[in-house]
């Protein structure tokens, strides 16, 4: 692989439905997250996590969580699934934290319905 | 709150030159990122603004005052290809960005 990888690319999913997001990267990044994009908002952040073995909430974590064993994967859950969960979400990696350091990089996006 | 304001869209010519504006209230600063998404696409890192100034890269240049909360990202000799939208995000003093709305850039020939 070589940057940010995402599946699957699109899901239709029934409402109350568990439903995991994968991610990996293999920039040997420190930081990872997970963004949601809706149609005029801007990227909004569900969860971070700074290193492997942390995790941070972002702006909307309600719904979701995260963990991160190690430095490549960071999977999404949605332990059960409501319409409101219908968006784009990206995950990013960036060197670190700080600075320019924090230039992110990103998946292409899983599409998700929830009906 | 965080606020980060540009304009929903902008319309422009082939071959000529735009100006998007972005001005944010952000608790703290660390540094001011551009992105460009393409429709149904990742957005892709632009420019990184931390010294008020302008840097420059090829066609694309971003301007920052910080005393003004404001920068701009200025595209020249635009080509369709440019037909995106443009995100301004600010790194805030907990290091998190905080992102804009994005404007949607369309190009006409």
Redesign the interface.
Known sequence: IAGITQAPTSQILAAGRRMTLRCTQDMRHNAMYWYRQDL??????IH?SNTAGTTGK?EVPDGYSVSRANTDDFPLTLASAVPSQTSVY?CASSES????Y????????TRLTVL | GQN?DQPTEMTATEGAIVQINCTYQTSGF??L?WYQQHAG?????LS?N?LDGLEEKGRFSSFLSRSKGYSYLLLKELQMKDSASY?C?V?DSN????????TKLIIKP
């Open positions: 005029g908002l801007g990227l909004r952040l971070y972002g990206f934290t700080s600075g320019n924090n230039e992110q990089f990103f998946g292409p996006g | 980060i660390n540094g990122f696409e990742a957005p892709t890192f990184y931390v995100l995000a790194l290091y998190q960005l905080i992102w804009g709305a994005g």
